[in-house]
């Protein structure tokens, strides 16, 4: 279990596993609290909390193949109300995320379920992976539905040949708070033979929502094993996931020095204050008139 920014305890977890003797990759996750942090730090509306809540859980089961202190970047640019969808994971387990217009909620789609294809509209994904070199790995399709695991699917067999099952999901309250998520990746590697292959498509049709299924008590070992239907499961690896992010003051105050002596003295007579926001986690950093004067002295301290 970890701890979630204001100190309560997750129980949200990734679990990385093999099918069908190593010829088949499976990744699956745990996110309720990460999902429900992300809907209350930004003031999520159901239909963006279930489209972050979706992007946050790929994003993390992404950051779980990699190695410290590899990161992976997601951005999600659609047309719809929603705008863009950014995350961002790192290889211990630490995702954070955010959307441009919080509060968008849609009536249902046909399926009862919440419109997140409608609310992302139509655009392209991209994943940049960085790996710590001088150059990251960025792909990129269009987005075939909106839906995110779709598009994810799609991402993974024309940008990375692998086919894959990307099942995800976000159970929203009425009260708009985030009652189960999770997600599942299943991936098929050339030496998966046509009756392994046969098998997990004709498992995929039936399989039942992720959410409804983390709602149910299942973990993340249990949807792998649900997925599985029977194929040999070697679980590889276990680790914890959570809605973290790394920014600080510290940062902001470089971020404000950066500015320059002149516009921090506009900033100083306009305002007499500054306040800023982080994009990814909605903290506040408030500097005020004595604050922002240090600050225009190092900025004026660092051009002589």
């Given amino acids: 279990m970890t701890k979630q920014g204001d100190g309560r305890t997750s129980r949200d977890h990734i679990v990385h596993a093999t099918m069908a003797g190593g010829t088949v ?12 942090e992300a809907q209350l730090r930004h003031g999520l509306y159901p239909t963006a909390a279930a489209a972050l809540g979706r992007v946050l859980t790929v994003t993390a089961l992404l950051g779980a193949q990699l190695k410290p202190p590899q990161q992976v970047f997601v951005d999600i640019v659609g047309d719809g109300p929603l705008g863009h969808i950014k995350a961002n994971a790192d290889a211990n387990g630490n995702v954070r995320g955010y959307v441009s217009n919080p509060r968008v909620h849609l009536p249902l789609n046909d399926g009862g379920k919440l419109n ?12 940049t992976r960085d790996f710590g070199l001088k150059e990251s790995y960025r792909g990129y399709v269009p987005l075939i539905s909106g839906e995110i695991g779709e598009d994810f699917a799609y991402y993974f067999l024309h940008s990375e040949q692998l086919p894959s099952l990307v099942a995800l999901g976000v159970l929203v ?14 991936q098929l590697f050339p030496e998966a033979d046509e009756e392994v292959v046969s098998h997990l498509e004709a498992v995929a049709a039936r399989l039942p929502a992720v959410s409804s299924s983390v709602d149910a008590g299942m973990n993340a070992e249990d949807l792998i094993r649900l997925a599985a239907d029977g ?42 204050e500054a306040e800023l926001v982080c994009h990814f986690c909605s903290a506040k950093y408030h500097f005020d008139g004595p604050q922002l004067h240090a600050l225009i002295e190092e900025a004026a301290r660092q051009t002589q």
Avoid: N, W
């Fill in 116 to 127: 997140v294809g409608a609310a992302v509209g139509k655009g392209h994904l991209y994943v």
């Fill in 25 to 36: 990759r499976a990744l699956a996750a745990v996110t309720t609290d990460t999902a429900a």
């Fill in 231 to 272: 194929l040999d499961v070697t679980v590889l690896q276990e680790s914890p996931v959570r809605f973290h992010c790394g920014c600080s003051r510290t940062r902001f105050e470089r971020a404000l020095i950066a500015l320059g002596k002149e516009e921090l003295e506009d900033m100083l007579a306009e305002d007499g």
């Fill in 173 to 186: 309250e009425k009260d708009y708070t985030v009652r189960a998520a999770g997600g599942l990746i299943v």
